[in-house]
């Protein structure tokens, strides 16, 4: 039974691994969960006095309460690293709604002449227009802007014969 305990004791942090890593949650919405899964264990399954949970509330039995404090420091102790982690990670100023990482696809030009980045989600994919900021690094945009000159959806040896497809001589010298 000891080992079932174990388990049990460590199951807030699964909680939050399992939240995290297969649910592809954010910390912020995984910890409050592992919280109260720690919470019910607390009350519950680690109630060795056997009172019930209105008891065990009116009386603060300490044996529970030192239960729940553990509990609740382990479970903080797992978000305060993936919080770190999550500050580790480059999301930059664009961060979409589900936290994952914008990454910068395409650059257009605003009627005014101003130009914006769009961004998409490596994770849920959803767009993002951000205007361009004065620190943005100009040779990157440059070769955003690039890009589909440098990769056509065709291969370039076909150039010849698609321009005298559309009337032209085909020659490319």
Request: one cysteine or more; a positive charge; glycine letters at 8%.
């Amino acid at each position: 039974m000891s080992f079932f305990n174990f388990v049990m004791a460590l199951s807030p942090i699964v909680v939050v691994l399992v939240g995290i890593l297969g649910f592809r949650q954010s910390a912020k919405r995984v910890a409050p969960v592992a919280l109260l899964w720690t919470l019910l264990l607390a009350f519950t399954y680690f109630n060795v006095s056997g009172a019930s949970f209105k008891d065990n509330v009116a009386v603060y039995d300490a044996l529970l309460w030192k239960g729940i404090k553990e509990g609740l420091k382990i479970v903080l102790m797992v978000f305060g690293a993936f919080v770190i982690l999550n500050l580790l990670r480059d999301t930059g100023d664009r961060a979409s709604d589900c936290g994952g990482i914008m990454e910068p696809i395409a650059v257009w030009v605003r009627k005014n002449g101003e130009w914006a980045i769009i961004h998409r989600c490596k994770r849920c994919g959803a767009l993002s227009s951000n205007r361009v900021a004065a620190d943005d690094n100009p040779m990157k945009l440059m070769s955003i802007a690039m890009k589909p000159l440098c990769q056509p959806p065709f291969p370039l040896e076909r150039i010849e014969e698609m321009t005298a497809l559309m009337g032209g001589d085909g020659r490319m010298k």
